[in-house]
């Protein structure tokens, strides 16, 4: 039997969307800013050098969307998988996750998962044991319904498996405590300051205020593949920013009263780059291509993309001396 009210959540990031549908059918309503806020996902910058939409994920999701579970309070069991050793390989992978995923809905539990009726992430919410196939909410919810057999699974071309199964809540997790770490982290994501053990970023990505940068030069060179990029990409930092800003305010709220007045400025930060965000997007809609060849617009966007550039510098200091608040203290010295 599929899992009842498991649903997609409708969002710019499919990731958040699916994790905010997956949590529901536990017991957890996480709220958009949460969900954007706590991941880091609202205040981090990313392009691909085209403004490919696949530049937007972060890498080693393996790793990166663990930790974003556990911010949220949930533990996980995930797995990536972006090569295959033998023709074979793809399918006992897939046979494997089957069995995995069968498992854990018979105990009430959802997946998250990549390439389910598309490169994006979705929700396995129940199982066809006729048909052999995944019973699936999606982005495309009400367009593209039909389940989606289990040897599909995935992408084979770039080969891309990735499941994530939230197990179940963290026991002593403190959402106030999560969201001062996700503060502390903000001001690094902001400068594309990469933690030491993270991968390179590989050449045909670009973050922090080099994402804003590469973002011009793709609009300067005509250099926007798919075209429909460039309008996905701004409305993907639209809803990343406006969130931010609704985090803000929300840790100023419920956990960081003290803090609130720095919160606030930090809040109206975020919503000056949103609506920059805003105005890039409206200069090149997605059923208007032929925007792309339009000088006045790219140079109208080169403005807004410095502007956004000089904001995020901004933002970046102030929320690096609100972190300085949110150092946790010292440990105790042992005497003596």
Not at 8 to 37: C, I, K, N, T, Y
Not at 168 to 174: I, M, N, P, Q, R
Not at 269 to 280: F, H, S, T, V
Request: one cysteine or more; glycine letters at 8%.
């Amino acid at each position: 039997m599929p899992l009842d009210d498991v649903r997609f959540e409708p969002s710019m990031d499919s990731f958040v969307g699916a994790a905010q549908g997956a949590l529901r059918a536990m017991g957890e309503e996480l709220p958009a800013d949460a969900a954007w806020g706590l991941s880091g996902l609202a205040f981090g910058a990313q392009v691909h050098r085209t403004l490919a939409p696949e530049g937007l994920f972060p890498r080693a999701w393996d790793v990166t969307y663990t930790k974003v579970m556990e911010r949220f309070g949930y533990g996980c069991i995930a797995g990536l998988r972006d090569f295959f050793y033998t023709e074979d390989d793809i399918s006992l992978l897939r046979s494997g996750w089957m069995r995995n995923i069968r498992k854990h809905l018979d105990e009430g539990l959802p997946a998250i998962a990549f390439g389910l009726h598309g490169p994006a992430f979705g929700i396995v919410h129940g199982f066809d044991e006729d048909k052999e196939a995944y019973l699936v909410s999606t982005r495309f919810d009400g367009h593209k319904d039909e389940p989606v057999h289990v040897n599909d699974l995935g992408l084979v071309d770039p080969p891309r498996v990735f499941v994530l199964i939230p197990t179940g809540s963290l026991s002593k997790y403190d959402r106030a405590a999560a969201a001062r770490e996700a503060l502390r982290e903000a001001p690094a994501l902001l400068a594309g300051k990469q933690a030491e053990d993270a991968p390179p970023v590989p050449p045909d990505l670009a973050v922090g205020p080099d994402a804003c940068e590469a973002w011009a030069a793709a609009l300067e060179a005509r250099r926007v593949t798919p075209p429909w990029g460039a309008a996905y990409t701004a409305a993907y930092y639209v809803e990343a920013r406006t969130n931010a800003a609704a985090f803000l305010r929300r840790a100023a709220k419920a956990w960081l009263p003290q803090l609130a007045p720095g919160l606030e400025e930090a809040a109206l930060d975020m919503d000056r780059q949103a609506r920059g965000l805003e105005a890039l997007a409206g200069l090149f809609p997605v059923r208007e291509p032929e925007a792309l060849e339009n000088p006045g617009r790219i140079a109208e966007a080169r403005k807004l993309l410095n502007g956004l550039r000089a904001e995020m510098a901004v933002s970046q200091r102030r929320l690096e001396r609100l972190g300085q608040q949110l150092a946790p203290p010292p440990e105790p010295t042992k005497e003596a």
